[in-house]
């Protein structure tokens, strides 16, 4: 359609009232007292908009992401702003690029990001960011991504052993796997079967248990486990065995009494100190 006329001697023209969004096409024909000539070849197809126009970024796709790992997640990103925007996304602050299990596609107008098979390092707040000539957005998302937790944290102590148990005691684990710890699964080794065993488990996230049941004389290493609802952690082992005995042995033998007095009715005897009290002070002696 005709959208205006202009004299002969101007090779130029502003065509008005377009409306926004709307796609145009443009020729022009020459005319003279017979009417209107063959008209020229059209422009390529022109969008109405404004040429200066600073970034905004849709949000409407950016929702907190709960997941197990595993699983992908996906943003795809609508962003206006002439001329087109520039795009970025980032992780903690630090750029992303597609590599591995993550994929970043920019194109005029859109931006997207995907990570599959996803694991706790993927776990943060994520940045998508446009930039123009007219000025910048930025616009944040959280991500979490479940799992089970990382192993306890040492030195797992092994602590009041006695013949029949001991106590073992550790610290939390530097990732609790994004869920609360449930609690500690406790194995034991004896050295004599080579077989790792339940032990115990504790009672909540409580970081130390008390251990029965231990044969004495026995060697015996420990591991302990995190738990949560997502999984059981690899384990925390101690590096050396323990063997399950008294703090404390038996005193050696006294020596031999000497009869120093003696009646009808009673004997005085006298006789030397063991040489060991096995670690525990003497309490008495049987006669």
């Not at 002969?8 to 009232?17: E, G, N």
């Not at 096995?278 to 049987?286: K, N, R, V």
Request: aromatic share 6%.
């Amino acid at each position: 359609e005709k959208a205006l006329e202009v004299p002969a001697d101007q090779c130029k023209a502003t065509v008005p009232d377009l409306t926004e969004g709307q796609a145009y096409e443009f020729r022009v024909s020459a005319i003279n007292a017979a009417g209107p000539g063959e008209p020229s070849d059209a422009t390529a197809p022109l969008v109405a908009k404004s040429r200066n126009k600073p970034p905004v970024i849709d949000r409407s796709n950016l929702i907190e992401v709960r997941i197990k790992a595993g699983q992908a997640f996906v943003f795809d990103c609508k962003v206006s702003g002439e001329p087109a925007p520039k795009t970025k996304w980032l992780l903690k602050k630090k750029e992303l690029y597609t590599k591995d299990n993550v994929k970043v596609t920019h194109v005029d107008y859109n931006t997207k990001l995907k990570v599959t098979n996803s694991t706790r390092s993927d776990s943060g707040l994520y940045t998508v960011h446009a930039e123009n000539a007219n000025g910048e957005d930025s616009a944040d998302v959280k991500v979490i991504v479940i799992d089970k937790p990382s192993p306890p944290n040492g030195p797992l102590k092994v602590e009041d052993v006695h013949a029949n148990g001991c106590t073992l005691k550790w610290s939390p684990p530097d990732d609790d796997g994004g869920q609360p710890i449930d609690s500690y699964v406790v194995e034991k080794l004896d050295e004599a079967t080579g077989r790792w065993v339940p032990a115990g488990e504790t009672d909540g996230p409580t970081t130390s248990l008390a251990v029965k049941g231990l044969t004495p004389g026995h060697k015996y290493k420990f591991r302990i486990r995190a738990k949560n609802r997502q999984g059981t952690s690899d384990p925390l082992t101690t590096p050396h065995a323990t063997e399950a005995k008294n703090p404390y042995d038996e005193p050696t033998k006294p020596g031999t009494p000497t009869i120093k007095d003696f009646d009808k009715d009673f004997v005085d005897l006298e006789w030397a100190r063991p040489e060991s009290d096995g670690g525990s002070p003497i309490s008495g002696y049987i006669i």
